[in-house]
């Protein structure tokens, strides 16, 4: 798949992901991606700088996609604390932990080509719409034949009544 989708297994599920060089791909292939700017980083003081040099990872990163016919660039910013994964201690996980600017780029890359071509990345299957939490254990349930208030049980181990009360630590599928 020339690394453009992989397979990820979160909680004992595989699931599917395009990847950002995936994305670019199916912008590309619209005939009107006119590339982008290199990816900036900021501290939790907003100085955006071309790279990011402190040892604690970023707050935020942000790149502009350019599309043809269009004025202005589209941006995409990708918060830490909104993109991290963590592992079951609250640590980030894998590359989160080893290259954090490199994986909250690619988080705002991903979100700018999204945002930048939604219709080339609906017709290639890419779900273009962020979900809450909320929403994704709803889905979840579904998908799984349950009664989302039983899953919302299982998942939390009955801390929570409702798939409202849930935060990012319980989705099954991230």
């Keep these: 798949f020339a690394g453009e989708v992989i397979g990820v297994v979160y909680k004992g599920r595989l699931s599917i992901q395009v990847t950002v060089?995936?994305?670019r791909t199916i912008a590309e292939r619209s005939g009107l991606y006119d590339g982008q700017d290199p990816p900036q980083w900021c501290g939790t003081?907003?100085?955006?700088?071309?790279?990011?040099?402190?040892?604690?990872p970023p707050a935020a990163a942000r790149v502009a996609v350019y599309r043809k016919?269009?004025?202005?660039?589209?941006?995409?910013?990708?918060?830490?604390?909104?993109?991290?994964?963590?592992?079951?201690?609250?640590k980030p996980r894998d590359l989160w932990k080893s290259m954090p600017d490199v994986m909250l780029a690619k988080c705002a890359e991903s979100q700018?080509?999204?945002?930048?071509?939604?219709?080339?990345?609906?017709?290639?299957?890419?779900?273009?719409?962020?979900?809450?939490?909320?929403?994704?254990?709803?889905?979840?349930?579904?998908a799984a034949?349950?009664?989302?208030?039983?899953?919302?049980a299982e998942v939390t181990g009955?801390?929570?009544?409702?798939?409202?009360?849930?935060?990012?630590?319980?989705?099954?599928v991230v």
């Design 21 to 23: 060089a995936g994305l």
């Design 45 to 56: 003081d907003g100085q955006w700088a071309e790279v990011w040099f402190a040892e604690d």
């Design 69 to 90: 016919g269009s004025s202005r660039p589209v941006v995409g910013i990708a918060r830490w604390a909104s993109f991290v994964k963590l592992d079951e201690r609250g």
């Design 112 to 142: 700018a080509l999204k945002r930048a071509f939604p219709d080339a990345m609906a017709e290639a299957g890419v779900p273009t719409r962020e979900f809450s939490t909320a929403q994704v254990v709803a889905m979840e349930a579904r």
């Design 145 to 152: 034949g349950l009664d989302h208030h039983e899953l919302v």
């Design 158 to 172: 009955g801390r929570a009544g409702s798939a409202r009360e849930t935060d990012e630590a319980d989705a099954l």
